[in-house]
């Protein structure tokens, strides 16, 4: 059993949360695939992160910061795609090194529920915008002779 302070630095469900932020996640979590809620609050995935930092050398501080990047990347928060350039920004450390990281996490943590990660990032990214198309005919020279409009 994790040590209680140890549990809520290194669990995605606690990490760095708010008071502000606190009761937003609290009902999106309500709605989240159960997988991804026990991914969140289980002590394997807390016991996970706290070994992977302390293996790292990482600070308590750190290790907060890792398991409040995996909450933002399995609620949508963050795209997957953009886990490893926000962790390397962060912590700090070189790509190199986060990119490393992000793969444990990923083939250890995210791998048995990663459909449902991918469902979630799907519906929380916005639809690219419609392009504008204007109902007026437009000038095919596109020339306006400033000269004109200055006298």
């Known amino acids: 059993m994790l040590d209680t302070r140890i549990y809520y630095t290194a669990s995605p469900y606690y990490a760095e949360l708010s008071d502000a932020e606190a009761l937003a996640f609290f009902t999106l979590f309500k709605k989240l695939p159960l997988s991804v809620q026990d991914l969140l609050s289980d002590e394997k995935t807390a016991d996970y992160l706290w070994t992977l930092g302390q293996n790292n050398n990482f600070t308590d501080d750190q290790i907060a910061l890792m ?3 995996v909450r933002e990347i399995v609620v949508g928060k963050i795209p997957l795609d953009s ?3 926000e962790i390397s920004r962060e912590l700090p450390c070189d790509q190199n090194y986060a990119a490393e990281l992000v793969r444990f996490i990923t083939n250890d943590l995210f791998a048995p ?3 449902d990660i991918k469902k979630i990032q799907q519906e929380m990214t916005p639809p690219p915008p419609t392009p504008f198309i204007s ?3 437009t000038n095919k020279n596109n020339i306006i002779d400033l000269r004109e409009l200055s006298e």
């Open 83 to 85: 886990f490893a350039s």
């Open 135 to 137: 109902s007026q005919e």
């Open 67 to 69: 398991a409040r990047k």
């Open 113 to 115: 529920i990663m459909d």
